[in-house]
């Protein structure tokens, strides 16, 4: 292995494809730790080691380590799950996990708390449900979006199914995982390898999504591989590839940045695993592997240039893409409420605020969901907005389910504001490492006081996308918020403006390292503004634009290119 190689390319290339000591971890009961390269190891078996960061300085002072728990995460393509799948991970959550369900902005779900004694018995429990946690993290392909909303019913289960089958295509093909959580025996001298990612896998974490126009609820810009669905006559004709996105950046570095990716063409139905096969084996090939934080898929094509990227990508898959064809979008957030769909059945999209799923007050969203999946004969759809979709359901089932929505405190969309039901939030603090401000536990409150000031200026019906992050890493899509703010310190956000409601625009820094305070004056004066000011229709971040009360964000391209 060549010295300059980053810590993590020493860990996977000493792994044995992802074993490690992982089993010797699991087994001391000394500490409620994993050693220190099994906690890299561990995410590619989709789980993160995490303490509480709240009571880290309180435990210090007690000599005693630090409060460890792990955050176990799902990998269901196009986030489908069947009730009976429901009510399995619910008595898991139940029973392993603190907090309850938590719908995450990669259609997953996540359990946050589960101690290591348990961590083999909660995975377990998990696969015994027919959903597995291979490859949710790490430097694979990660879960794959497929848009949410089914509306189309034919053209959304063709695209559904495409995304189910790329995601096994590019499953790590090691038997790690059976062997250390489901107990199975190594086969002595099997030839086992990685014919997609090789011994190390990728330079870095990989995603894809699929989406259907005029939706962009999975912001397929933002992902380094994408699947525009072109659909003609109610059929899949093909799909538009873009390639590229990631919002990950680091503050104060120059060197990383958010991006949107490229369209660089259209292939048909049975051309999408070779193309994204030769995308995916390119960027192991290619990437960067000395420097993580440039080692995403965006910076490897800025690095070698779009032209030349894509002619490898078409000499690797055997074949050239043709022209993309037209498309729009019309918004990237989601449909609250019933809608029907084409083939007679309905869908009913709740608000799951910061994607948590538990009881707390009125709202018992855990208890009533677990009601509805006892009689619900579709099946449950995650969004990658974090919210839910009760999906196939027959006419006559509406009014029991609607019954139960009103019980249990589920009708959160009949009556929150457009600014609420399509807030995004990371889970930051006290959980994540990189967290250096609050973000979920903040977005209620910080939701409550805009507003107020939405209400003061007429505007408590405009739909603005508000996203907020504890980090720069990007988790709840904060580059892709009309408004945005990004964690700088405990109580301090960069604030971030001017993205577009469709997913296609990158949103600008507007001032750096406020507080609140600070953060809903600048608000507020914009407000007025658009309130007076906004054409009709006008959305606020293309006012923003029009108006040149945000300045552009010099170097990086903001639009998407085609």
């Known amino acids: 292995m060549s010295a300059g190689l980053s810590a993590v390319e020493r860990i996977k290339t000493d792994s044995r494809l992802l074993r490690g000591s992982l089993r010797e971890s699991l087994a001391d009961p000394a500490t409620g730790s994993l050693r220190e390269d099994d906690q890299t190891l561990i995410k ?5 080691q995490q303490d509480d960061r709240d009571l880290r300085e309180e435990r210090r002072q007690q000599k005693l380590e630090p409060d460890y728990s792990f955050m176990i995460r799902t990998r269901t393509p196009g986030g489908v799950t069947t009730p009976s799948q429901w009510l399995q991970l619910d008595a898991i959550a139940t029973r392993y996990a603190g907090n309850g369900l938590r719908i995450t902005t990669r259609q997953a779900f996540q359990f946050h708390g589960v101690v290591k004694r348990e961590l083999k018995a909660t995975m377990a429990a998990i696969n015994a449900s027919l959903i597995d946690t291979i490859a949710a993290c790490g430097d694979v392909n990660r879960n794959v979006l497929a848009a949410a909303n089914p509306l189309l019913s034919s053209a959304h289960a063709t695209v559904h199914a495409q995304a189910r089958a790329l995601s096994q295509h590019f499953l790590p093909q090691t038997r790690a995982y059976y062997e250390i959580w489901l107990d199975e025996e190594l086969v ?31 912001d397929v810009f933002a992902n380094d591989l994408g699947f525009i669905a072109i659909v003609e006559d109610g059929a899949v004709i093909g799909y538009n590839v873009t390639i590229g996105g990631g919002l990950g950046a680091t ?48 910076y490897t094509i800025d690095d070698r240039g779009l032209d030349a990227f894509k002619a490898e990508v078409e000499r690797r898959a055997g074949f050239a893409l043709t022209p993309a064809r037209p498309f729009a ?5 989601d449909r609250f409420g019933w809608v029907d769909s084409e083939d007679g059945r309905a869908q009913l999209t709740l608000r799951i605020e910061a994607g948590r ?14 009601a509805i999946a006892r009689i619900h004969e579709g099946d449950f759809r995650l969004t990658p907005n974090q919210n839910l979709v009760i999906a196939g359901v027959a006419p006559a089932a509406r009014a029991a389910i609607d019954a139960l929505v009103a019980e249990y405190g589920l009708d959160l969309y009949r009556e929150a504001s457009p600014l609420r039901l399509n807030a995004l939030a990371c889970v930051a603090l006290p959980t994540c490492g990189l967290a250096m401000a609050e973000a979920e536990r903040y977005l209620p409150e910080l939701v409550g006081k805009l507003e107020a000031r939405l209400q003061a200026h007429g505007l408590l019906d405009a739909a603005i996308h508000l996203r907020v992050s504890g980090c720069p890493n990007g988790c709840s899509r904060p580059y892709l918020g009309e408004i945005a703010l990004i964690g700088k310190a405990p109580g301090r956000y960069n604030l971030m403006l001017a993205a577009d409601h469709r997913g296609q625009r990158l949103n600008r820094l507007h001032k750096e390292n406020i507080a609140e305070a600070e953060i809903l004056d600048t608000v507020d004066a ?32 903001l639009e998407v290119r085609t």
């Open 44 to 48: 590619y078996h989709g789980s993160y």
């Open 188 to 218: 002595a001298g099997a030839d086992e390898h990685e014919p997609i990612y090789g011994p190390t896998y990728l330079p870095r974490k990989f995603k894809t999504a699929f989406a259907v126009p005029p939706l962009n609820d999975v």
């Open 251 to 298: 503050h104060g570095d120059a060197a990383t940045y958010p991006r949107l990716a490229d369209v660089i063409g259209f292939v048909t139905p049975d051309q999408v695993i070779a193309v994204a096969e030769a995308v995916v084996t390119t960027q192991r090939d290619w990437g960067n592997r000395t420097e993580r934080k440039r080692s995403r898929l965006k």
């Open 329 to 333: 979008f019309a918004h990237n957030g």
């Open 357 to 370: 799923i538990n009881d707390r007050g009125e709202r018992r969203l855990l208890s009533g969901l677990r």
């Open 526 to 557: 914009l407000l007025a503004r658009y309130a007076g000011e906004r054409g009709d229709g006008e959305r606020f971040g293309d006012f923003l634009v029009r108006s040149g009360l945000v300045a552009a964000k010099p170097g990086i391209p």
